[in-house]
């Protein structure tokens, strides 16, 4: 007798995959497994690893094989549907989580739009389309507050294994959102035309960008910049508005690359040490505030871009020397 017939089975089947994003054989072998644990409930389980299940997966009739003899109990189908409804339900919730994180796992490293749902703790829950995500502390932009329905722009970080199972992990402070973000605002960098080379950022801060042109004729710094500064300035709202970003242009000439890495600064004098990769930088005296930047946040991220130790020191004689290293 069949354990369970469904008219438009196959229908309901497709359906079911199609709408929760899995294969159809996921949802087969779900249904074969709550049939089992149907009958262990309603019949034993000392046997259980000895039956089989063979399912028509075109009107849904199911019945039990014990060691290739059937063994189907009559009404088996009535008493044991609920059950088996209950297991269904909970294992194509857990084949529609594993779809999703699946999915998720190929848009690792890119940026996703979402809405922040709740706290949890120091934790943020954020809404961000099939799947709910967590941005831990150390992921939050110190320079940003965070609330209810508010809605952001997020990097996808990874999948990471914890106590309550697989989280997706999403960022504001990662350089990568700085990424992403301009390759979603600048053509250019979305068609491989401008490339990013180095990111060097301190969320809420500041960042340098390092760029450099792939196709003769484009400026890959007019190109982020974009008319009027219309492109950068859109990355700079998405990241909340005081970050400042400077995008600078990429040089094999070490001398040149710095000089660019350290702006606004300007009338700069760099002399280099290629054996310890390291840069000692004169300074007009009323540009070495800029140069260094508030509390050297700016030679700081200069070092880090350009990835030469750099020492700052001022022209004049009551200047200052100030080592920073990448």
Known sequence: MPAIVR??????????????????AVVVETIKAAILAAY?????AAELETLTVELNADNGEAKIFKEGKEITPPGFGRIAAQTAKQVILQ?????????V???????????????ILRFDGPNVIVDIGRAQAVMPPQEQSPAERYHLNQRLTFYIEGIRETMRGNEIIVSRAHKG???????REVPEVASGAVELRVIAREAGGRTKVAVFSNQSGVDPVGSCVGQKGVRVQAVISELGG????????????AKQFITAALAPAKDLEVKLNEKKKAAEVLVPDDQLSL???REGQNVRLAAKVTGWKIDIK????SSEKKPVSA
Do not use: C, H
């Open 7 to 24: 008219s438009e089975f196959a229908l309901a089947l497709n359906q079911v995959a199609t709408e929760r994003g899995i294969d159809p």
């Open 177 to 183: 959102l700085v990424e992403g973000l301009f390759r």
């Open 91 to 99: 294992r194509i919730r857990e084949a529609e989580k594993q779809a």
């Open 40 to 44: 262990r409930k309603d019949y034993g």
């Open 101 to 115: 994180l699946a999915d998720f796992q190929t848009k690792v490293g890119g940026i996703a739009s979402g809405m």
């Open 291 to 293: 140069a260094i930047g």
């Open 314 to 317: 001022g022209k004049g004689e």
């Open 242 to 253: 005081s970050e400042k970003v400077d995008i600078i242009q990429w040089s094999e000439d």
